[in-house]
């Protein structure tokens, strides 16, 4: 099951990023082969700027290619008990977040997620963190997965 979702929300990210390809070739006054868009630093958002009005100031300007291809990078990780560990899944140079997201491996109330967001690295690669912590001893390592779906495109 949890696979399923993973696999519907990466779905869903991917059709929005196809929606998004889909708009800019539809907009005439788009005229360069990129897709005018704007990304939301914490939500992971992208928002096509069809209108031309710019980026919010919680936005980042972003360049997508159009034709718009995605792939799905991931990065796993394990959580021993008690215990703090991240894991980020990251684009490549030239590339962008447009989603992501993660899969636990087993289901314990004594594990919580601390992040699962989008990230900026040193080097200005963006990726998907993960991050897991439990305080409670014992029982077997929790295995988990941060999940990034990147695209061609630059932030600035």
């Known amino acids: 099951m949890k696979r399923v ?3 519907l929300a990466a ?7 196809l929606s998004v390809a889909g708009l ?4 005439s006054r788009l005229t360069s082969s990129a ?8 939500t992971g958002a992208v928002r096509v700027d069809t209108a ?14 159009a034709g718009l291809v995605t792939r799905i990078v991931e990065a796993t ?10 894991v980020a899944a990251e684009c490549d140079q030239g590339e962008v977040v447009l989603g992501g997201g993660l899969e636990v491996e087993s289901i314990n109330p004594d594990v919580g997620i601390t992040t699962n967001a989008p990230i900026t690295l040193r080097d200005g690669r963006q990726a998907w963190q993960v991050t897991m912590h439990s305080s409670v001893s014992g029982g077997d390592p ?15």
Request: glycine share 14%.
């Open 77 to 86: 990780g394990s959580l021993t008990h008690p215990g703090f560990s991240g």
């Open 24 to 27: 800019a070739l539809a907009d």
């Open 35 to 42: 897709v005018a868009a704007c990304y939301h630093d914490h």
């Open 11 to 17: 779905t869903t990210v991917g059709l929005a990023a």
């Open 52 to 65: 031309g009005t710019g980026c919010r100031t919680s936005e980042v300007p972003v360049a997508l290619g």
């Open 5 to 7: 979702l993973a696999w």
């Open 142 to 156: 929790t295995a988990f997965r941060a999940y990034a779906v990147c695209a061609p495109g630059t932030a600035g």
